[in-house]
């Protein structure tokens, strides 16, 4: 599934006599944000509208608020919820021993996909009823898809970007700051490494930001930002270790970001600094003079 919004993701629909005793979902969020927003539809007898309609996705399977963490029941399962507010899978069992759902003509269950972001999401559900000789469903047996899921194969499964050779922004330590907050700020559909960037906002002119980072080899590296832009960022003079410096405008129509050179450095082993000074604005800007790095990326040279 693509795109923020809500959608309905057919479960199954069975034609016939028989009884719905549960279901299990997976799914493999593509975004850091909250996936299951939408509701159970299960339309029982050729209902026109829903006699099942339930209220959010996790209190369909037994817990609340997305919670990440496992939980294990006789009826509800979470043995996996790190996907639920991350990049990753996710998995939710119902077993309906006690409130299974009997019909006597058919049973179609949808359920709304609503995601807080837009991205892709793989949604693989499975179901559990029986019923009398005859019955058809929409669901035919796939065990070469479900193989190649197990061993995360599968070519369409939302792989996150994360840059190689590169020192994650969000991941390096402040250890200066003249003005300004600070933060990380995760959205998935901005396409950040690892879908996150340091983000630096209400500073001032003249204010500086000081990072570091680790270099396991001394040597030379080419020294390369990947740096957000938007109509609200600012003009920055980005320098490493008192060194090396390029000034940068990061003032944009929209948000997107882009790797811009620093050059060839010759790094001490240990830890290293980066220092951004904010220096001044666009004419064109929205006068917030913020700041956003993606990440850091070292490629040594011979």
């Known amino acids: 599934m693509d795109g923020q919004g809500a959608y309905d993701v057919n479960y199954v629909e069975v034609k016939g006599k028989g009884t719905f005793v549960g279901d299990t979902l997976t799914v493999f969020n593509g975004a850091k944000a909250w996936w299951g927003e939408g509701d159970e539809k299960i339309f029982v007898d050729g209902e026109s509208f829903p006699s099942h309609f339930g209220t959010g996705t996790e209190d369909y399977y037994g817990y609340a608020w997305c919670k990440p963490a496992f939980f294990e029941s006789p009826f509800h399962a979470q043995p996996d919820g790190r996907g639920n507010l991350d990049v990753g899978f996710s998995v ?159 003032f944009h129509g929209t948000v997107a970001h882009d790797k811009l050179e620093l050059g060839t450095i010759q790094l001490p082993a240990g830890t290293n600094r980066l220092t951004v000074e904010l220096t001044g604005i666009n004419e064109q800007a929205v006068k917030k003079y913020m700041f956003g790095l993606d990440y850091l990326e070292l490629i040594p040279v011979q």
């Open 92 to 250: 939710n069992s119902r077993y309906r021993a006690l409130d299974a759902i009997p019909f006597t003509e058919q049973i179609k269950f949808d359920m709304e996909l609503w995601h807080w972001a837009d991205t892709q999401v793989n949604y693989a559900p499975s179901t559990f009823w029986y019923a009398r000789p005859g019955a058809t469903c929409n669901v035919s047996p796939d065990a070469e898809t479900a193989a190649k899921t197990v061993a995360l194969r599968r070519e369409d499964v939302v792989e996150v970007f994360k840059a190689k050779n590169a020192i994650e922004g969000e991941a390096m330590k402040i250890i200066e700051k003249t003005g300004g907050t600070t933060e990380i700020q995760e959205v998935g559909h901005f396409r950040w490494s690892d879908d996150g960037q340091l983000w630096w906002r209400d500073g001032k002119a003249g204010d500086r930001l000081v990072l570091a980072f680790d270099v396991d080899k001394a040597g030379r590296y080419k020294v390369s930002l990947n740096l957000t832009k938007a109509v609200d960022y600012g003009i920055v003079k980005v320098t490493v270790n008192d060194a090396a410096s390029k000034e940068f405008d990061r």
